[in-house]
């Protein structure tokens, strides 16, 4: 079964700080990879495509790497509106298609 | 503009069947995967199943086959999931989604346009 793993669960910053979150996948990935942001009562919103390409009006305090099992998302600069669950998401190895458990970005 | 337009709110009881819909605009429908997304209460995104409107193939994730059934309607523009007889587990906000990219037997890597979900509670 294909795993992705978040870490970590939750993270507590402060606005203006660095965010690093991470994901691991079971096996490795092709550049099928993605991640989202979801807001309260919102739908999840595409951040990054193809493991690192910014999605269409994404700020570019937002920025992500990774190849094979390890991948990362990094804000660089924490903004108010920022604070949120962080989702990955894999299509490389499917059906199924495969989301983390999610990082909960909470103010510190 | 690409929109997913979503059906609203259900409250139904165990056993009941029930069918929402995600209406797409602003995009060739037949030409885009369409994914299907639950979140339980206070959970974490599950990928359902997703369906090719131009030929209706449908995959479905191991945890949801024979749970619930995908379809389209190609005339509208929409797409669907649909459950015969709810649990009280099926609790959830169900969210499609438009998968950028692929072809006719591969979707896309990632979803780019989500709807706005559609909740339903199921409850005696």
């Known amino acids: 079964e294909f795993v992705l793993t978040q870490s970590p669960a939750t993270l507590s910053l402060s606005p203006g700080e660095r965010a690093t979150l991470s994901c691991r996948a079971s096996q490795s990935v092709t550049n099928s990879f993605a991640w989202y942001q979801q807001k309260p009562g919102q739908a999840p919103r595409l951040l990054i495509y193809h493991a690192s390409n910014r999605a269409a009006g994404i700020p570019a305090r937002f920025s992500a790497s990774g190849s094979g099992t390890d991948f990362t998302l990094t804000i660089s600069s924490l903004e108010p509106e920022d604070f949120a669950v962080y989702y990955c998401q894999q299509r490389s190895t499917w059906p199924p298609i495969t989301f983390g458990q999610g990082t909960r970005l909470e103010i510190k | 503009e690409v929109q997913l337009v979503q059906s609203g709110a259900e409250v139904k009881k165990p056993g009941e069947s029930l069918k929402i819909s995600c209406k797409a605009s602003g995009y060739t429908f037949n030409n885009y995967w369409i994914g299907w997304v639950r979140q339980m209460p206070g959970k974490g995104l599950e990928w359902m199943g997703i369906?090719?409107?131009?030929?209706?193939?449908?995959r479905y994730s191991p945890s949801f086959e024979g749970q619930v059934s995908i379809s389209v309607d190609k005339s509208a523009n929409t797409a669907y999931v649909q459950w015969s007889s709810l649990k009280a587990s099926d609790t959830a906000m169900y969210y499609c989604?438009?998968?950028?990219?692929?072809?006719?037997?591969?979707?896309?890597?990632?979803?780019?346009?989500w709807g706005q979900g559609s909740l339903v509670t199921v409850s005696s």
């Open positions: 989604a438009r998968s950028h990219g692929g072809n006719a037997n591969t979707p896309g890597d990632y979803f780019d346009y």
């Open positions: 369906i090719y409107p131009g030929d209706s193939d449908t």
